[in-house]
């Protein structure tokens, strides 16, 4: 087995500390973001010669280039570049603020596509690398009550879809993950920053899709576990598909809405036909 260094966003719970652990485990080295570095000073311990961690909150994006280039220059090289820190944010578009609103898209879109820009020319430097965006079900399904959270993801794939592309010929490899709901955390932070929810929304789809988010008995089916080994079996393969998706919920949400999709485009076959010039 060939080992190789890891930058990852995010790693002090959920899927970002799963994916963390494997890796340190298999003897990879892990140059992982936090917040606070309470929750992995423990880990830290465990791995000091292969785990360091640096301070960064993806929502404050004048600081993202000055880290991102500090762990290429402290590791001299990095194989990987995981972009996983993010959260949801859930509630009617018209209760959520201003600051909810540019706070849940600096986190999820343009803190990725900054930590990938300033990556992107040390990968292309080194010769190579792979960059993997940590999207959702919800970047290619959409749910009431999730416009911005399904703003954040469909803008993060069409990015990182687009820039696959772009630096191809490079050697860069770009993958995009999909998982669906698995136990984490993620539920119930976002059932904490939901936001106001008008008395005229209450009796409607989206009203009772964001009061499961506070149902106490829910029990997610994906494992961290498995997604996180899903994850490293795919940088070894040969052709990894460009989308990986990960958990039967994400595949049938996805399904669905590629389904839907289809279905209205080729009615509208005809009539687009129709238009063009002769």
Do not use: C
């Amino acid at each position: 087995m060939s080992y190789k260094t890891w930058f990852i966003t995010g790693i002090s719970s959920g899927l970002g500390l799963a994916l963390t652990k494997q890796l340190l485990l298999q003897g990879n080295r892990v140059i992982g973001t936090v917040r606070s570095d309470q929750p992995v000073k423990a880990l830290v311990a465990e791995y000091p010669k292969t785990l360091s961690v640096l301070k960064l909150d993806l929502s404050l994006t004048d600081s993202i280039e000055a880290i991102v280039s500090q762990a290429f220059r402290d590791a001299g090289r990095i194989d990987v570049v995981v972009n996983n820190a993010g959260y949801g944010l859930f509630g009617p578009a018209e209760g959520l603020s201003t600051h909810q609103i540019k706070h849940q898209i600096d986190t999820n879109l343009l803190g990725p596509v900054l930590v990938t820009r300033t990556a992107l020319p040390f990968l292309r430097q080194q010769g190579g690398g792979r960059v993997i965006a940590i999207s959702s079900y919800g970047g290619q399904a959409t749910h009431p009550g999730a416009s911005l959270y399904h703003a954040s993801k469909w803008g993060m794939e069409g990015f990182f879809e687009s820039l696959a592309k772009e630096v191809a010929p490079f050697g860069i490899s770009v993958n995009i993950v999909e998982p669906g709901s698995s136990r984490t955390a993620f539920r119930g932070n976002a059932g904490e920053r939901m936001g106001e929810l008008p008395d005229a929304y209450r009796d409607t789809p989206l009203g009772h899709m964001l009061s499961r988010l506070n149902d106490k008995g829910y029990i997610a089916k994906g494992d961290p576990e498995k997604m996180a080994s899903m994850i490293l079996q795919l940088t070894d393969m040969e052709s990894a598909p460009m989308r990986l998706i990960l958990g039967s919920d994400a595949y049938d949400f996805i399904e669905a809405a590629l389904e839907e999709r289809l279905f209205s485009l080729r009615e509208q076959q005809t009539q687009a036909h129709v238009s063009d010039s002769k």
